[in-house]
């Protein structure tokens, strides 16, 4: 993730995009250990501006460290994948010591594979079959839709950019439980 930022930021990886990106305004996202993964370049490198953690459980050195900027932790339902202690205490360590905005956020009926897009290989049939196989009693396209939207409010958010609210986000779609847990500025 970093390698990836610095060529973005000096403009050698990817020429096609020199001058296009605004790199000012760099967020970093994941799902699981990616979510993990997204935390850990947050803290290590502060010109990333706001995270996201998917469902991820906090591993290492991370575990415990506080993060200084937007933070939104979307979670599956705890009910349906069955989040151990090691998951738990990350999730309320980094939610309780955020320095800046944080917001946590659960799907209802949503298992932790949901986030991925795994289910988009398969016909509508083979979804439905695939939701009943992992566990979870949500749709891919519900949850998909649900999480675009929330991590769409909390980027626009984060960068100061108009747009609903992140509990106006979550509010649109039935069964999203959870709010700010420190105060957006």
């Known amino acids: 993730l970093l390698f990836v930022v ?52 906090v591993y290492g050195a991370t575990h415990g460290r506080a993060l200084d900027r937007p933070f939104l932790l979307l979670e599956s339902d705890p009910k349906v994948t069955g989040h151990g202690e090691r998951y738990l205490s990350g999730a309320e360590a980094l939610i309780s010591g955020a320095g800046g905005p944080a917001w946590r956020y659960a799907i209802e009926g949503a298992d932790h594979f949901v986030f991925t897009d795994a289910g988009m290989f398969f016909t509508p049939l083979g979804r439905w079959a695939l939701g009943r196989v992992t566990g979870g009693t949500r749709s891919a396209d519900e949850a998909h839709a649900a999480s675009l939207d929330l991590l769409d409010a909390f980027l626009r958010k984060a960068f100061g950019m108009p747009g609903p609210g992140v509990e106006a986000a979550a509010a649109k779609h039935e069964g999203v439980r959870g709010a700010p847990s420190k105060p957006p500025a």
Do not use: C, Y
């Open 6 to 57: 610095a060529q973005l930021k000096d403009g050698h990886l990817f020429d096609a995009f020199r001058g296009r990106l605004d790199v000012e305004r760099i967020a970093v996202i994941g799902h699981s250990f990616g979510g993990a993964a997204s935390i850990e370049a947050a803290l290590l490198d502060p010109s990333l501006r706001a995270v996201s953690n998917i469902d991820g459980t």
